[in-house]
Nanobody, 121 residues
């Protein structure tokens, strides 16, 4: 019953910034939240993840440029993307690994529908 909805994608020039949001409706408590991306013709990859206690990790390709954060009260995870490159162009997906729902059940490995990020040269 939990639904992940991403927002904030769009078209931006190289060097620009975007802020992605992912809200998890129907949730009470969420374990790890993360952002993945899939570029045209490429495999889906982990971009960044964050634990409930705010411990983070990043792909080497985005370290120093992207920042992941979360608001546990709002059940929302964010990805601030700065200094964007054309290589960042992809569909970005929100993911949670485990969530305790308002229906008092556990749900695992949930995905949003994705939001398109396009970075032009």
């Amino acid at each position: 019953q939990v639904q992940l909805v991403e927002s904030g994608g769009g078209l931006v020039q190289a060097g620009g910034s975007l802020r992605l949001s992912c809200a998890a409706s129907g949730s009470i408590s969420i374990n790890v939240m993360g952002w993945y991306r899939q570029a045209p013709g490429k495999q889906r990859e982990l971009v960044a993840s964050i634990t409930r206690g705010a411990s983070t990790n990043y792909a080497d390709s985005v370290k120093g440029r992207f920042t992941i954060s979360r608001d546990n009260a709002k059940h929302t995870v964010y990805l601030q993307m700065n200094s964007l490159k054309p290589e960042d162009t992809a569909v970005y997906f929100c993911n949670v690994d485990r969530v305790w729902t308002v229906g008092l059940t556990w749900e695992y490995d949930l995905w949003g529908q994705g939001t398109q990020v396009t970075v032009s040269s």
